[in-house]
């Protein structure tokens, strides 16, 4: 992964290899500053269903390898690479997202319709309720991220 990526990694770290299911990204020799350790470590175990694991780990290695061979000849890939600390973000709403398509009952790529995302985007919308105050709907800024996985 790292070689695909061209992630330089410390000597004598261990390389994260896409079949695993957490990666270990604390060698980085070029990981920007702010980047915290637990943005260095990307637990795929979140995701409840196996299947939704393999998804999540091919989008984020796309976003880090857009030159990638396979990644270029997909016509509507994004083609900018993103930082590994951009795509911790991603991963936490991606767990989200796939657990979510789970505990529905959803579990390919094929049974994603427009209404489904519409409804996951509305439930993700509205604050976390707390004792005496009633939820409110968030501003765009606060859901943009939910748009982007989808």
Not at 42 to 71: C, G, H, S
Not at 113 to 126: A, G, V
């Amino acid at each position: 992964m790292c070689e695909i990526a061209a992630l330089r990694l410390a000597d004598g770290e261990t390389r994260p290899r896409f079949e695993q299911d957490r990666w270990v990204f604390s060698g980085l020799v070029d990981a920007h500053r702010m980047m915290s350790e637990r943005e260095q470590i990307w637990d795929f175990t979140e995701i409840i269903n196996p299947r939704w694991r393999v998804v999540a780990k091919e989008i984020l290695l796309a976003m880090l390898a857009p030159q990638y061979e396979a990644v270029l000849e997909c016509a509507h890939a994004l083609r900018t690479a993103r930082s590994p600390r951009t795509l911790y973000g991603f991963l936490e709403k991606y767990v989200e997202c796939f657990n979510w398509l789970t505990r529905r009952g959803i579990t390919t790529l094929d049974s994603v319709s427009q209404e489904l995302c519409e409804r996951y985007l509305e439930e993700h919308s509205w604050s976390v309720s707390r004792p005496g105050r009633p939820r409110r709907r968030l501003e765009p800024y606060s859901t943009v991220a939910h748009v982007k996985i989808l």
